[in-house]
């Protein structure tokens, strides 16, 4: 598929048939997320990867235990892949005398590069879903963090900053209520040399 077409097609999908992902599409997805930027080569992120009902289950149970949201078909996705952040990673290679810091002083990273890089992983992970003809859906744990680290033994220090739901889309998924806002013009959001 063309990228251009990638791009275009990309949009998060909420109803998934059970029919398992082939392994050679994981592969390529997983694969496809290591080749992330990260600040420093850090690649301070990890991906928890759940496959098949029992594992795709306890997810559920421990981030959704009531299975409500509307959208009964999201719990057939065959696939959840969890995207993990490690803060520390990034503060340790920092540290390296390469980068000239000699602490690991949080307080000199503007914004948390271990988010936004496990953040571009995930993006990976969305255009490659698409281009081996899966939906995806991205979505938040919310309130569920403890649950989740402790239904599969996550290290407190990993940060959950989201799960991707893959799986073949079904025919009919039907649209979310928030499309009917509209991309929002280029002008609103593109400025050129001012502001």
């Given at each position: 598929m063309e990228f251009q077409d990638v791009v275009r097609k990309r949009k998060m999908v909420r109803s998934f048939e059970a029919r398992p992902i082939p392994p050679e599409v994981l592969e390529r997805v997983l694969a496809n997320a290591r080749r992330a930027p990260s600040a420093g080569h850090s690649q301070g992120w990890a991906f928890l990867v759940l496959e098949g009902k029992d594992e795709t289950g306890r997810f559920w149970d421990a981030v959704n235990p009531d299975r409500?949201?509307?959208w009964p078909h999201l719990f057939s996705a065959p696939l959840i892949v969890v995207c993990l952040s490690d803060k520390e990673t990034y503060l340790r290679?920092?540290?390296e005398p390469d980068k000239g810091w000699t602490d690991m002083d949080e307080r000199r990273w503007e914004v948390p590069?271990?988010?936004?890089?496990?953040a571009m992983a995930a993006m990976l992970i969305l255009l490659t879903?698409?281009?081996a003809g899966l939906g995806a859906l991205f979505f938040g744990l919310g309130d569920r963090h403890d649950a989740f680290h402790d239904a599969f033994g996550v290290p407190r220090e990993m940060r959950a900053i989201g799960a991707i739901a893959l799986g073949y889309a079904k025919p009919r998924d039907r649209p979310s209520p928030?499309?009917?806002r509209g991309r929002r013009?280029?002008?609103?959001?593109?400025?050129?040399g001012h502001w």
């Open positions: 409500k949201g509307g290679r920092y540290a590069y271990w988010d936004i890089d496990t879903a698409v281009d928030s499309l009917r013009p280029a002008e609103a959001v593109v400025h050129r």
